[in-house]
T-cell receptor, first 115, second 114 residues
Framework: AQSVTQLGSHVSVSEGALVLLRCNYSSSVPPYLFWYVQYPNQGLQLLLK??????LVKGINGFEAEFKKSETSFHLTKPSAHMSDAAEYFCAVSDWSNAGNMLTFGGGTRLMVKP | NAGVTQTPKFQVLKTGQSMTLQCAQD?????MYWYRQDPGMGLRLIYYSASEGTTDKGEVPNGYNVSRLNKREFSLRLESAAPSQTSVYFC?????????????FGDGTRLSIL
């Protein structure tokens, strides 16, 4: 079974500072990986996805993530944090079965941005 | 374009009561999913429907039933609610069953069981 670990349930950065949210996965096959963002009282929105085309994936709102097979990692970064980036972020791995596509999620990281 | 719509947004139930959570998508997606979200545990899959007419158990199916009413609608039923089912429930859909297909989420139903 696939699994996802997000290091740090809470991360706090200052506005303008680098954002780094960590995600490690376990998978017996080449994975498809996703980052989602959840704003308060809303559902999850797709930030970006890795589908093996390129190891550096660019997403919306200035976020990007790098797939490192040797480290089984897919960390999310943004060069300069904005107040509007405060939200909860989820890393997920796709777990294919004969019946369909299931996502396995990490526990989430809540990003706080200080003025 | 509404995407994935869930009703109700909030609900309080007493232990033992039953309830159906409704979900509809207008993106002509084939696959639909129900998750529950609990603090520190991310989202866990309850049931999914790869296509109209099929449903399968996910990671935490006990205490729930589902119905894929048609291509647009996928409902989740709690037959006898328990306090352990207090959670935020999310419905999602994806275009197909390919593993690179992203899932699109509704805004959730916040359910409290007293």
């Amino acid at each position: 079974a696939q699994s996802v670990t997000q290091l740090g349930s809470h991360v706090s950065v200052s506005e303008g500072a680098l954002v780094l949210l960590r995600c490690n996965y376990s998978s017996s096959v080449p994975p498809y990986l996703f980052w989602y963002v959840q704003y308060p009282n809303q559902g999850l929105q797709l930030l970006l996805k890795y589908t093996s085309a390129a190891t550096l994936v660019k997403g919306i709102n200035g976020f990007e993530a790098e797939f490192k097979k040797s480290e089984t990692s897919f960390h999310l970064t943004k060069p300069s944090a904005h107040m509007s980036d405060a939200a909860e972020y989820f890393c997920a791995v796709s777990d294919w079965s004969n019946a369909g596509n299931m996502l396995t999620f990490g526990g989430g990281t809540r990003l706080m941005v200080k003025p | 374009n509404a995407g994935v719509t869930q009703t109700p947004k909030f609900q309080v139930l007493k232990t033992g009561q039953s309830m159906t959570l409704q979900c509809a998508q207008d993106m002509n997606h084939n696959s639909m999913y129900w998750y529950r979200q609990d603090p520190g545990m991310g989202l866990r899959l309850i049931y999914y429907s790869a296509s109209e007419g099929t449903t399968d158990k996910g990671e935490v199916p006990n205490g729930y039933n589902v119905s894929r009413l048609n291509k647009r609608e996928f409902s989740l039923r709690l037959e006898s609610a328990a306090p352990s089912q207090t959670s935020v429930y999310f419905c999602a859909s994806s275009e197909g069953t390919g593993e690179s297909q992203p899932q699109h989420f509704g805004d959730g139903t916040r359910l409290s069981i007293l």
